[in-house]
């Protein structure tokens, strides 16, 4: 009889090992808690200075939604001009861009002789409920009506592109370089 007790409460164990697996597994693939999830958002804004100058912003924010910290090593912000597909449909054009890329990396090496540069420091890591915010500025002749501010960014994870589409607002209010010119 002690025999017969001690196979039941061996496989009993070996049944509950298992499930006891079972249920870390499905409870890890539930709430993805092994990955590193995040969020990322784009806010624009352009500004005319004093003297008529066109200044444009993009806000790139990256947020850390997952469990374990986040590491990014590489982020490119480029500004590029709008292309139309199908007669109706607007679409990034990426080989049309209006400034160089900022690119946001520890190495200069990482970004192109032409890229505008800016290391990444301690904005590459980004706790839990944490987000890192880059940005891209710059000084432009004149804004098209409709462009594309392109975000992407590198992690241990892999890598992921962002787009955000602006419509210029200010095109009545604000004139161009050479209407600014000829008015002065």
């Not at 009889?1 to 509950?16: E, H, P, R, T």
């Not at 006891?20 to 200075?49: G, H, I, P, S």
């Not at 160089?100 to 032409?114: L, R, S």
Request: hydrophobic residues 45%; positive net charge; aromatic residues 10%.
């Amino acid at each position: 009889m002690l025999d017969s007790l001690q196979k039941i409460a061996s496989i009993a164990q070996a049944v509950i090992v298992v499930a006891t697996a079972l249920f870390a597994v499905f409870k890890f693939r539930l709430y993805r808690l092994w990955q590193a999830t995040q969020n990322a958002e784009m806010k624009c804004n352009a500004l005319v200075t004093a003297q008529k100058q066109l200044v444009f912003e993009a806000e790139y924010r990256i947020f850390n939604t997952g469990e374990r910290p986040l590491r990014i090593q590489r982020v490119v912000l480029k500004l590029c001009h709008a292309k139309q597909v199908n007669g109706f449909h607007l679409m990034p054009d990426p080989d049309n861009l209006l400034v160089a890329p900022t690119v946001i990396t520890e190495d200069k090496t990482q970004a192109g002789p032409n890229d505008h540069f800016k290391p990444i420091r301690a904005l590459g890591y980004v706790n839990k409920g944490a987000y890192a915010s880059f940005t891209l500025r710059c000084r432009l002749q004149e804004l098209p009506d409709v462009i594309f501010v392109l975000g992407e960014f590198s992690w241990q994870g892999g890598t992921r592109t962002y787009s955000e589409m602006w419509v210029n607002e200010l095109t009545t209010q604000v004139p161009s370089a050479e209407r600014a010119a000829a008015s002065a």
